[in-house]
């Protein structure tokens, strides 16, 4: 009965934590600029990752939302296989030194990018987005500094089948106090 109740419980904070990454990117789509591509990371293939946040500056215990999207810079319509391996992110400190998950999050980043739907259709000009709170995923907790980039892994279904891991822009924020 305890243990049903302990797998009841987890199952409840994991569908909140979902629905509040979806609110929250839906807030946020309006806030986030559209960024350049030129502003963005490298282009690999038909692809460009950018990242991007509302704002630079955070108050201490602030929700990060952090604005992930892969756009299709070609001029056709373009087929991506996500990677079982997803995507992953960097995430360092002032010093330079990289800022740890928080536990068992790293599994729930790779599920939450990979959604039952591997194969997407990607139009052209047109973008693929993820919000990903970024509090509840690293521990970025402490006043300072912080740099982030991410790598998204993908399988193009073009004439031949490519798998490229693509590098996005590097932002960086700064959490002081509140």
């Given at each position: 009965?305890?243990?049903?109740?302990?797998?009841?419980?987890?199952?409840?904070?994991?569908?909140?934590?979902?629905?509040?990454?979806?609110?929250?990117?839906?807030?946020?789509?309006?806030?986030?600029?559209?960024?350049k591509i030129e502003?963005?990371?490298?282009?690999?293939?038909?692809?460009?990752?950018?990242?991007?946040?509302?704002?630079?500056?955070?108050?201490?215990?602030?929700?990060?939302?952090?604005?992930?999207?892969?756009?299709?810079?070609?001029?056709?319509?373009?087929?991506?296989?996500?990677?079982?391996?997803?995507?992953?992110?960097?995430?360092?400190?002032?010093?330079?030194?990289?800022?740890?998950?928080?536990?068992?999050?790293?599994?729930?980043?790779?599920?939450?990018?990979?959604?039952?739907?591997?194969?997407?259709?990607?139009?052209?000009?047109?973008?693929?987005?993820?919000?990903?709170?970024?509090?509840?995923?690293?521990?970025?907790?402490?006043?300072?500094?912080?740099?982030?980039?991410?790598?998204?892994?993908?399988?193009?279904?073009?004439?031949?089948?490519?798998?490229?891991?693509?590098?996005?822009?590097?932002?960086?924020?700064?959490?002081?106090?509140?």
């Amino acid at each position: 009965m305890k243990k049903s109740r302990t797998v009841f419980a987890l199952l409840i904070a994991v569908l909140l934590t979902v629905k509040s990454v979806l609110a929250q990117s839906k807030s946020h789509n309006s806030k986030v600029s559209e960024k350049k591509i030129e502003e963005c990371g490298d282009k690999v293939g038909n692809f460009v990752l950018c990242i991007e946040t509302e704002k630079s500056e955070y108050k201490l215990n602030e929700p990060i939302v952090l604005q992930v999207s892969l756009k299709n810079i070609s001029d056709r319509k373009v087929q991506v296989i996500r990677s079982s391996r997803g995507y992953s992110l960097d995430v360092t400190n002032a010093d330079g030194k990289f800022v740890p998950y928080l536990r068992n999050s790293h599994s729930f980043i790779t599920r939450n990018w990979i959604s039952g739907r591997n194969i997407v259709e990607v139009e052209p000009t047109k973008k693929i987005y993820k919000s990903i709170v970024l509090t509840d995923m690293y521990n970025v907790k402490n006043v300072g500094s912080y740099s982030i980039t991410a790598k998204q892994r993908i399988l193009q279904n073009a004439p031949n089948k490519i798998d490229v891991e693509i590098k996005s822009n590097k932002i960086d924020i700064r959490i002081i106090q509140k």
